[in-house]
């Protein structure tokens, strides 16, 4: 039996973080990639194993999982002086997002059934992926205005600091929301799997009449 449960639930996403300040323009800069990694295997258990053994590795966890997003946010700030006070003049925030997805390289000699499975599992992890990334550019928009809406402070040094503070803020929030889209997917999970196979199924039946 095809083992789908542990490595979508095993996939989670690799934070790295930084906030420089330096010069700065006023739009949000989101770049996104996607890479593939190759596996191998003719049976169910091979395929399951390969993926464990092939994936990515997450260095959070020490273990590699069969699909990932690497997320690095950046950007810019500069600062302005108001009536003697100093604000922010100008932010810019970045994210890069880098999707990583398996690709079978037997799939088209695969049976059908066992083709049915990949290819709904492999779907179900593409869109995991992908709304991983979806989340981390809400939250970098949202990250650029709340610092763009931070009041002025009496010096700069003191503006720098609200700012690293927003920054911390604004990422622990990214943080959680990740995760909690995780727990949600974890617990869904069978349900889900199941109806996408019976979806898939239903309209492979109806194209072979």
Known sequence: MFRVRDPLRAALIAFLVCLPLSNASA???????????????????????????????????????????????????????????????????????????????YRPQAGRDLALVWDTLAADIKRHEERHAEIARNHARHMERAFLGLKPEADCELMQARVAELSASEVASHDKDQARFDRTEAANFDRRMIRLLQYRLGALKEAER
């Open 27 to 105: 739009e949000t800069l989101i770049s996104k990639s996607v890479t593939y990694f190759s596996i191998g295997g003719r049976t169910a258990a091979e395929l399951d194993r390969a993926l464990a053994a092939s994936g990515p590795l997450m260095k959070n966890t020490g273990t590699r999982h069969p699909g990932a997003t690497r997320i690095k946010f950046g950007g810019t700030i500069t600062y302005v002086s108001r009536r003697g006070r100093c604000a922010v003049g100008t932010a810019r925030v970045t994210l890069s997002t880098r999707i990583i997805l398996p690709r079978w390289k």
